[in-house]
């Protein structure tokens, strides 16, 4: 099995940067896409950025030209580097991998415990 551990949430002002990583555990296993989300206090958990195997990125409107992902293939890690932070990019952030496949058995979808980013005024 594999597990998602994130690291790098924290305190910061607004206009600061911060980032976060995520490595899965263990080996033996091929990631297709990964990924961050969020969830603001009382809001549903919406997607910040992905990026797929081959690199190719997708980002949330609102994290557009502030934000980048990247992610390392061989040491199965993904980063979420945050730049010009607002108050609203508050939430916790969750680690994403998707299609993690071992020579016999496929997990669609894997979730990390979450960081919290907190974003002072």
């Known amino acids: 099995q594999v597990q998602l551990v994130e690291s790098g949430g924290g305190l910061v002002q607004a206009g600061g940067s911060l980032g976060l990583s995520c490595a899965a555990s263990?080996?033996?296993?091929?990631?297709?896409?990964m990924g961050w989300y969020r969830q603001a206090p009382g809001k549903q958990r919406e997607l910040v950025a992905t990026?797929?195997?081959?690199?190719?990125?997708n980002y949330a409107d609102s994290v557009k030209g502030r934000f980048t992902i990247s992610r390392d293939n061989l040491k199965n890690t993904v980063s979420l580097q945050m730049n010009s932070l607002k108050p609203e990019d508050t939430a916790v952030y969750y680690c994403?991998?998707?299609?993690?496949?071992?020579?016999?058995?496929?997990?669609?979808?894997?979730w990390g415990q979450g960081t919290l980013v907190t974003v002072s005024s």
């Open positions: 994403n991998a998707r299609d993690v496949v071992f020579p016999t058995t496929k997990y669609l979808e894997v």
């Open positions: 263990g080996s033996g296993f091929r990631i297709s896409d």
């Open positions: 990026i797929t195997r081959g690199g190719s990125t």
